[in-house]
């Protein structure tokens, strides 16, 4: 979704429908996103979107750590380097997606992420928020399940 936004050519080359109208395909995939969003909460799917935004400045030293550390040389790879050139497109493409597909059903929560412990307990709040507010409690149980489950235990016993 979003590397097509900065590399059209990638989009262009999967031979989807031409009418010229490169704009009218991000307002459908967005349209697609909301829509399945919108089915899966309407039958009973929470969705939480937790985007890390981590600064070109905090990308820089995290990419320069994974080639001077030989323990994380396996994370990186020479296109890493050459995509930063391409921030300022990145951060576009993620506003314009961020705000076309954060609804009330899905919203978008955007965690700053330069501090990985703050920003893993930022995470962590989020989703106990949200599990707090499914409200869930313990089933329960009718006196015949009771006497279904005593009759059970009953037989169990005997074995």
Request: hydrophobic share 40%; charged share 35%; aromatic share 6%.
């Amino acid at each position: 979704m979003l590397i097509v936004r900065v590399h059209p050519e990638i989009l262009f080359a999967e031979a989807l429908p031409d009418d010229g109208e490169e704009a009218r395909i991000w307002k459908e995939r967005y349209r697609s996103i909301n829509g399945l969003e919108r089915h899966l909460t309407e039958n009973g799917t929470r969705i939480a979107k937790i985007f890390l935004h981590v600064s070109k400045e905090e990308q820089r030293k995290r990419l320069l750590d994974r080639i001077l550390e030989p323990a994380k040389n396996w994370k990186i790879k020479p296109e890493d380097i050459a995509e930063r050139a391409y921030w300022d497109d990145y951060r576009k493409a993620y506003e314009a997606c961020l705000e076309a597909t954060s609804s009330k059903h899905a919203p978008w929560y955007v965690v700053p992420a330069d501090d990985k412990p703050t920003a893993r307990l930022i995470v962590s709040q989020i989703i106990l928020d949200l599990m707090e507010r499914l409200d869930l409690k313990q089933p329960t149980i009718s006196e015949a399940r009771k006497a279904e489950l005593e009759t059970m235990k009953h037989r169990l016993e005997k074995d």
